[in-house]
T-cell receptor, first 111, second 112 residues
Framework: GEDVEQSLFLSVREGDSSVINCTYT??????LYWYKQEPGAGLQLLTY?????DMKQDQRLTVLLNKKDKHLSLRIADTQTGDSAIYFC???????????FGKGTHLIIQP | NAGVTQTPKFRVLKTGQSMTLLCAQD?????MYWYRQDPGMGLRLIHY???????AKGEVPDGYNVSRLKKQNFLLGLESAAPSQTSVYFC???????????FGQGTRLTVV
């Protein structure tokens, strides 16, 4: 079945760039998503990329997609304490059961 | 815009008690989902619905039932709560089958 894998933790210093990686298995994915979950809150869409794109940039966020390797990454430039959260990768392959989510990466910011 | 609203936000149940979690969305979305989130397990799909009057089982459906009598509401029921059902429950909805999912704020349930 479909699977999405991501590392559980990432620790970075404030002001550095954070790169969160994700791999997925469903080659029919048309959209790939990054969600952010702050403590005690629900998931909010951060950004997404269509499967025929290689890169998408949105202010401090850069999404890179390598469709051949089924690898997705999220780069956050100039990481701030407010970026501390869990980041979920998700892929939409078209199944009626909706998006498939990774387990989430806890981004920890060191002062 | 309310989006997706879940009630209640917190609940403590005794083992064997029953309860219903309510999810309401005001975006006219066809697709609705119930997930549970546990530490280290990510989000696991419990049940989902592709439209009014339809429901289907997800990855972890045992111990739960759902109903979608109205398009805007998706109810999750626990008939006889067990400590293993202690979790944070999230409802989500989407317009398209692989489209952006909009999430509620979650219900933190503790079964003692």
């Amino acid at each position: 079945g479909e699977d999405v894998e991501q590392s559980l933790f990432l620790s970075v210093r404030e002001g550095d760039s954070s790169v969160i990686n994700c791999t997925y298995t469903d080659s029919s994915s048309t959209y790939l998503y990054w969600y952010k979950q702050e403590p005690g809150a629900g998931l909010q869409l951060l950004t997404y990329i269509f499967s025929n794109m290689d890169m998408k940039q949105d202010q401090r966020l850069t999404v890179l997609l390598n469709k051949k390797d089924k690898h997705l990454s999220l780069r956050i430039a100039d990481t701030q304490t407010g970026d501390s959260a869990i980041y979920f990768c998700a892929e939409g392959g078209g199944g009626a059961d909706g998006l498939t989510f990774g387990k989430g990466t806890h981004l920890i910011i060191q002062p | 815009n309310a989006g997706v609203t879940q009630t209640p936000k917190f609940r403590v149940l005794k083992t064997g008690q029953s309860m219903t979690l309510l999810c309401a969305q005001d975006m006219n979305h066809e697709y609705m989902y119930w997930y549970r989130q546990d530490p280290g397990m990510g989000l696991r799909l419990i049940h989902y619905s592709v439209g009014e009057g339809t429901t289907a089982k997800g990855e972890v459906p045992d111990g739960y039932n759902v109903s979608r009598l109205k398009k805007q509401n998706f109810l999750l029921g626990l008939e006889s709560a067990a400590p293993s059902q202690t979790s944070v429950y999230f409802c989500a909805s989407s317009l398209r089958v692989n489209g952006e999912a909009f999430f509620g704020q979650g219900t933190r349930l503790t079964v003692v």
